[in-house]
């Protein structure tokens, strides 16, 4: 991804993005192998709240005309 030719605030994003799948993939792995604790629980849903606002502004600045 690095290499493409996107702004480097674009990258930035998509950086930030795949990080933020990271942390919900790992914290739903948790949840499940040791325990869906509370904490564990708010972490996942605000990782993929995050997920989504950022997707949906990569998706912005992909569109043609954006």
């Known amino acids: 991804m ?3 030719p996107l702004e480097p605030e674009l ?3 998509l ?3 795949i990080f933020q ?6 914290l739903c792995a948790l949840a499940v192998s040791v325990a869906p604790d509370a904490h564990r629980l708010h972490g996942l ?3 993929l709240a995050k997920f989504s606002e ?3 502004e990569a998706e ?3 569109s043609p005309g954006a």
Do not use: G, V, Y
Request: glycine letters at 0%; charged letters at 30%.
């Open 2 to 4: 690095l290499d493409l």
């Open 45 to 47: 849903r605000a990782a």
């Open 60 to 62: 912005r600045q992909l």
């Open 11 to 13: 990258k930035a994003l």
């Open 15 to 17: 950086q930030d993005l």
């Open 21 to 26: 799948w990271l942390i919900a993939r790992d």
């Open 54 to 56: 950022l997707s949906m």
